[in-house]
T-cell receptor, first 114, second 112 residues
């Protein structure tokens, strides 16, 4: 299974761009990379998903280099409401064993200050 | 409204007393998962199911059982709960293993 590593915490100020990087050195060929946001006492919520290069939606961008061993979630102009824990998830590939497991990173706690 | 529901939301029990946490989704999703979340460890997958009658172990399956008799339901069973299973549990469903996962509201379990 792809193991992921993220920074434990990050601090930012309102209006700044925040980049959170996830390392996943043993990502499988067919694995996708997905990012989730979680507020206290709630289930995680989908932000963005990608396979390679760059993906952008209305709330974030996801940058994936050619070797796919890492990925960076970019949040433009954060606000106080973006204070949350962000998880990188790698997986989904049908493994040689027939398994299709998913492995979350340990999460990055983002604190946005006024 | 598309949603994943879990019951109960909170449960305090004692060691060895069998319990079941139910999970249901109304989106006709094939792939469902159970996760546990512990401080500093993020979310760890316990079991997953790719479809009816197809289940497999995740990263931390010991002490848990699951079943998938219907597409919408994916109960988590603790035959003999122990204190180290005290945790916050989330059920999730997705159309395929790579798609967006929809998470339930969570079940906070305390085993005394």
């Amino acid at each position: 299974l792809a193991k992921t590593t993220q920074p434990i915490s990050m601090d930012s100020y309102e209006g700044q761009e925040v980049n959170i990087t996830c390392s996943h050195n043993n990502i499988a060929t067919n694995d996708y990379i997905t990012w989730y946001q979680q507020f206290p006492s709630q289930g995680p919520r989908f932000i963005i998903q990608g396979y390679k290069t760059k993906v952008t939606n209305e709330v974030a961008s996801l940058f994936i280099p050619a070797d796919r061993k890492s990925s960076t979630l970019s949040l433009p102009r954060v606000s106080l409401s973006d204070t949350a824990v962000y998880y990188c998830l790698v997986g989904g590939a049908l493994m040689d064993t027939g398994r299709r497991a998913l492995t979350f990173g340990s999460g990055t706690r983002l604190q946005v200050q006024p | 409204e598309a949603q994943v529901t879990q019951n109960p939301r909170y449960l305090i029990t004692v060691t060895g007393k069998k319990l079941t946490v139910t999970c249901s989704q109304n989106m006709n999703h094939e792939y469902m998962s159970w996760y546990r979340q512990d401080p500093g460890l993020g979310l760890r997958q316990i079991y997953y199911s790719m479809n009816v009658e197809v289940t497999d172990k995740g990263d931390v399956p010991e002490g848990y059982k699951v079943s998938r008799k219907e597409k919408r339901n994916f109960p988590l069973i603790l035959e003999s709960p122990s204190p180290n299973q005290t945790s916050l549990y989330f059920c999730a469903s997705t159309l395929g293993a790579r798609g967006e996962q929809f998470f339930g509201p969570g079940t906070r379990l305390t085993v005394l």
